[in-house]
């Protein structure tokens, strides 16, 4: 039974409800979580402030920088268990599972060296007058958090977060909270004040919202989808709350026909199965230049037609999806498409191991995709990639802008001039120039245009995010 972490210590919900904890490579429950309320929000948020005022909010950056980078080699020793619990609890399979505790670890490394190089200005104003900026915490911060990278997006924010000198309050999807839960364990244990830290299990439309709409809250986190984003900015907007907001994207891959081709397939193909396609930053259209437009897809379709799917532990290219719902959002996608005429060229096959129980979808390749079909503009979440032909540089710039969101974009050619004009064009938040995605990108800025959502995480960009600026004005003659 898996419980909450309130000021370092673990407790059930007040009401003592669970909510099943589900394995999606077999479709079985395997433990519980409790299903916190608002009573279980405002101890959390309680044990936050508390932290915030005191204990954490009285270390020196240094002494912060010191305790996160400890959290960050405490979770590399610890990463067979946290690996583990994520691969059961979220289906990924081994190779994923271990990268995103290499990434969580990354996180509170490059946070830990953040902290104390975060500072503010003096700014040259009127004679006898000194101007002077700070960089404060906003105090408690609220993370509400997804199931397709828990870690990963818990590294992502809380690590800022905390570097900053704010308190966390952390709700998980209630389809993955276990590594999180365990990570929080971790930081007590190597020395985080009780309340730096807490972990609120629960419903999204329940307790998610009662943070979202918590006076206590001094800042949020969201990273979801565009649905629920717009419903915690409406809540948080009642009491003027802060809110960054990552909502995903449907983010090209856009490949010229002067472009290295070997080079480019295996991030054409990566980019949309990793985390069985569940991933904000999914290249999910690739758009090709008319005249290679044929001998790619043939390429793509010989490499679709190569990939395996099945159960987490047998780490084969795709894992299952998050849970039931989320295969049929996917079913319902491919059907609409079907329908509409989209031509199929190429699945790959989900092997016979893969228990019937488990939530299983074939990595699919569309071509022809009609530009306004809502497959080809709404984010499906699963691995299926769309393809469209373009004609020429304006021609691409238009598809690649075509949807509501602005996450990523990938560009493919060898042209530097071109490079840099369609890196100007293309609204996105990242744009990668002969790759895609970089390695994770921990030091990386991250966030949307339209949308995709707005404020930006990662890097050390997001420290400001996470801080509020004070303008201090003395006339002194
Ligand atoms: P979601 O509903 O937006 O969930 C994201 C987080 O918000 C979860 O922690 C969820 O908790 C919480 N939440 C849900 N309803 C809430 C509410 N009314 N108030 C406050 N918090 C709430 O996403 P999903 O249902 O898991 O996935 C649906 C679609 O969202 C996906 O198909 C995908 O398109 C998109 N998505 C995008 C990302 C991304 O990284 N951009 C991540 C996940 C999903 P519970 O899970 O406990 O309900
Ligand atoms: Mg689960």
């Given at each position: 039974?898996?419980?909450?972490?309130?000021?370092?210590?673990?407790?059930?919900?007040?009401?003592?409800q669970?909510?099943?904890?589900?394995?999606?490579?077999?479709?079985?429950?395997?433990?519980t979580?409790?299903?916190s309320?608002?009573?279980?929000?405002?101890?959390?948020?309680?044990?936050a402030?508390s932290?915030?005022?005191?204990?954490w909010?009285?270390?020196?950056?240094?002494?912060?920088g010191?305790?996160?980078?400890?959290?960050?080699?405490?979770?590399t020793?610890?990463?067979?268990e946290?690996?583990?619990?994520?691969q059961r609890?979220?289906?990924?399979?081994t190779?994923q599972?271990?990268?995103d505790?290499?990434a969580?670890a990354?996180?509170?490394?490059?946070?830990?060296?953040s902290?104390?190089?975060?500072?503010?200005?003096?700014?040259?104003y009127?004679?006898?007058?000194?101007?002077?900026?700070?960089?404060?915490p906003?105090?408690?911060?609220?993370?509400?958090i997804?199931?397709?990278y828990?870690?990963?997006?818990?590294?992502?924010?809380?690590?800022?977060?905390?570097?900053?000198?704010n308190?966390?309050?952390?709700?998980?999807?209630?389809?993955?909270?276990?590594s999180?839960i365990?990570?929080?364990?971790?930081?007590?244990?190597?020395?985080?004040?009780?309340?730096?830290?807490?972990?609120?299990?629960g419903?999204g439309?329940?307790?998610?919202?009662?943070?979202?709409?918590?006076?206590?809250?001094?800042?949020?986190s969201?990273?979801?989808?565009p649905?629920?984003?717009t419903?915690i900015?409406?809540?948080?907007?009642?009491?003027?709350?802060?809110?960054?907001?990552?909502?995903?994207g449907k983010?090209?891959?856009?490949?010229?026909?002067?472009?290295?081709?070997?080079?480019?397939?295996?991030?054409?193909?990566?980019?949309?199965?990793?985390?069985s396609?569940?991933?904000?930053s999914?290249?999910?259209?690739?758009?090709?230049?008319?005249?290679?437009?044929?001998?790619?897809?043939?390429?793509?379709?010989?490499?679709?037609?190569?990939?395996?799917?099945?159960?987490?532990?047998?780490?084969l290219?795709?894992?299952?999806?998050?849970?039931?719902?989320?295969?049929?959002?996917?079913?319902?996608?491919l059907?609409?498409?079907?329908?509409?005429?989209?031509?199929?060229?190429?699945q790959g096959?989900?092997?016979?191991?893969a228990?019937?129980?488990?939530?299983y979808?074939a990595?699919?390749?569309?071509r022809?995709?009609p530009?306004?079909?809502?497959?080809?503009q709404?984010e499906?979440?699963?691995?299926?990639?769309?393809?469209?032909?373009?004609?020429?540089?304006?021609d691409?710039?238009?598809?690649?802008?075509?949807t509501?969101?602005?996450?990523v974009?990938?560009?493919?050619?060898?042209?530097?001039?071109?490079?840099?004009?369609?890196?100007?064009?293309?609204?996105?938040?990242?744009?990668?120039?002969?790759?895609?995605?970089?390695?994770?990108?921990?030091?990386?800025?991250?966030?949307?245009?339209?949308?995709?959502g707005h404020?930006?995480?990662?890097?050390f960009?997001?420290l400001?995010?996470?801080?509020?600026?004070?303008?201090?004005?003395?006339?002194?003659?």
């Open positions: 039974m898996a419980l909450n972490f309130i000021a370092n210590q673990s407790c059930n919900a007040a009401s003592g669970t909510l099943a904890v589900l394995d999606p490579s077999y479709g079985e429950a395997f433990d979580i409790p299903r309320a608002a009573t279980d929000l405002d101890a959390a948020v309680q044990a402030r932290a915030a005022t005191s204990t909010g009285k270390l020196t950056a240094a002494e912060r010191r305790l996160l980078h400890k959290l960050s080699v405490a979770i020793a610890n990463g067979e946290l690996w583990a619990l994520e609890d979220c289906g990924k399979p190779a599972a271990k990268a505790v290499v969580l990354r996180y509170f490394e490059f946070y830990a060296g902290a104390d190089k975060l500072h503010g200005q003096t700014i040259p009127l004679d006898g007058y000194s101007v002077l900026t700070w960089r404060e906003h105090g408690v911060t609220g993370h509400v997804p199931w397709n828990p870690m990963q997006i818990f590294g992502r924010s809380v690590g800022a977060s905390l570097a900053a000198g308190a966390c309050v952390v709700k998980p999807s209630e389809d993955a909270c276990l999180l365990r990570v929080a364990q971790i930081a007590a244990e190597v020395g985080f004040p009780a309340g730096a830290i807490n972990i609120v299990c419903l439309h329940e307790v998610g919202a009662d943070l979202a709409k918590h006076p206590g809250i001094d800042h949020i969201f990273t979801g989808s649905h629920v984003g419903l900015a409406q809540m948080a907007a009642e009491r003027h709350c802060p809110v960054t907001l990552e909502l995903g983010s090209p891959q856009i490949v010229f026909a002067d472009a290295d081709l070997d080079a480019a397939l295996p991030f054409l193909v990566n980019a949309i199965i990793q985390n396609g569940q991933t904000c999914a290249g999910s259209r690739v758009l090709i230049e008319r005249s290679i437009y044929e001998p790619l897809l043939a390429r793509l379709a010989t490499a679709f037609e190569r990939l395996r799917v099945g159960p987490a532990a047998m780490n290219d795709l894992g299952p999806l998050i849970r039931q719902t989320q295969q049929q959002r996917v079913w319902d996608f059907s609409d498409a079907q329908v509409a005429g989209i031509p199929m060229v190429a096959v989900v092997v016979d191991d228990p019937e129980s488990g939530f979808q990595p699919t390749l569309l022809d995709v530009v306004n079909h809502r497959i080809a709404e499906v979440f699963g691995p299926v990639l769309c393809a469209l032909p373009f004609a020429d540089e304006d691409a710039v238009t598809l690649a802008n075509a509501k969101f602005g996450l974009a990938g560009i493919w050619t060898r042209d530097g001039a071109r490079q840099l004009r369609m890196a100007k064009r293309v609204q996105a938040g990242q744009v990668f120039i002969n790759n895609y995605g970089a390695g994770g990108g921990v030091e990386l800025p991250f966030g949307g245009y339209k949308s995709s404020g930006r995480e990662k890097g960009e997001a400001y995010g996470f801080t509020t600026l004070k303008t201090v004005a003395i006339r002194h003659g």
